[in-house]
């Protein structure tokens, strides 16, 4: 019982050491691997967002070449944009390009698009796409230069015909609309026509087309990625393209890489330890005799034809078939069985077992003397007779020699020739050359 409960714990020990070095270098793996596809995901991120602003800027240009039509004040609508004109005046239509920019957004951002709207300057009219209250209630109250002093000189982006490589638009940082309670970031793109601001360009993009591209990348790429501010062991922090304040945090979680890890290695340290035990397995029964645990003949034989020294017994057992004639097969078998083991109970574990034939043993054994060579055969006889087998007085006879620089077939002949004359000497004895 001991016994068996040692074993048990060795077994589980096993597993934990395995478990613990296959988590311990997954975990470190996997950590190196975010740390690399932190920088790759936040370079993807920025190009995307600065695609969007390039779709963004285009519209200016398609603004200054669209043609003005004179529009009573009223409210119009083509397809999904609707045209708020508050006071009769030319109106730039600017449907087909919104719905078109529309487009083009919607595809680098899963159709994450809220409004489009573009605010004219005065407020005389404006576009929207969709039109929706929030908006609406905000265009009642623009005045003369209104979009200028409400929202340009806000999110400070004055006169950005200045900038000729740098930010002529501004992202806001994310906040919750008005009315709707949905999570936006608002691009704002002024339109400006000699140094005076003719337009403003306003496009909403719910929020979660941030982390719905973050979710997107994590599932490609196995990551587990975050944009939390806190507990993160590796992060990248900084702003945004055109944005001023709130920089985003792209990260990596301790507990993440935990959760991540803690089953595929519990599973491989599991799959480890049976692969490994079915091999061993498999080894010794390519190996061993499964009758009496020595060495199989096949198996073992090349090896001894690439040795040189030997001390060396060939044992026999004596009358072996009229054990197998008089009480049948089975219990020839489980003599065996008996005659191996106390043959292994005489031998060190660095000694060489080898069942050569039926009732036949070779033992080979390193450092050993002619003398201790005398000693360990007769050991080996006496223990085999000292008590009956199964009812059964049974001896064995026993051959051997020591011998140095020569073949194996030759200290067999020599050794087979000795268990002869044990043999015929009156069996139960051993005789060493």
Known sequence: MRSQNKKTYQSQLTIFKNFTIFFCTLSTLYLIYNIYHVKSFHQQYITKIKLVYSYTRRFGSYYNN??????AADHYKKDNVSLVVNKATQVKVLSN????????LNQLTNNNIWTIAVFENPADYAHFDPIRPEYLNQFDKYGENSVML???????????YQSFYGCNLKLTENYIENG???????????????MHLDALLAIDIKNKVFSEFLEKYNKQHLTIINMNKHNNIYNIIKLLPCSEKNPITIGINLLSIFKAIFFPALLLSLFYRYFRV???KKKYHIQRDQMTKFYRRDYYEKKWLKQHDFNLLIIDIDHFKKINDNYGHEVGDDIIRHVANRINNCIRAKDIAV???GEEFIITFKDMTNKQLHIKAQQICTSISLSPILGLDITVSIGGTTATNTHFNNVYKIADKALYYSKHNG???YTIV
Not at 66 to 71: A, L, M, Q, S, W
């Open 150 to 160: 409400r929202i340009v000189a806000r999110e400070g982006i004055l006169n950005t």
């Open 427 to 429: 069996r139960n004895q």
């Open 97 to 104: 390009g919104i719905s078109k920019l529309r487009s083009e």
């Open 278 to 280: 079915y091999l061993i």
């Open 355 to 357: 069942r050569w034939g």
């Open 66 to 71: 669209t043609p003005e039509k004179y529009k």
């Open 180 to 194: 709707s309670n949905t999570h936006i970031r608002t691009l704002y793109y002024p339109i400006y026509n000699k």
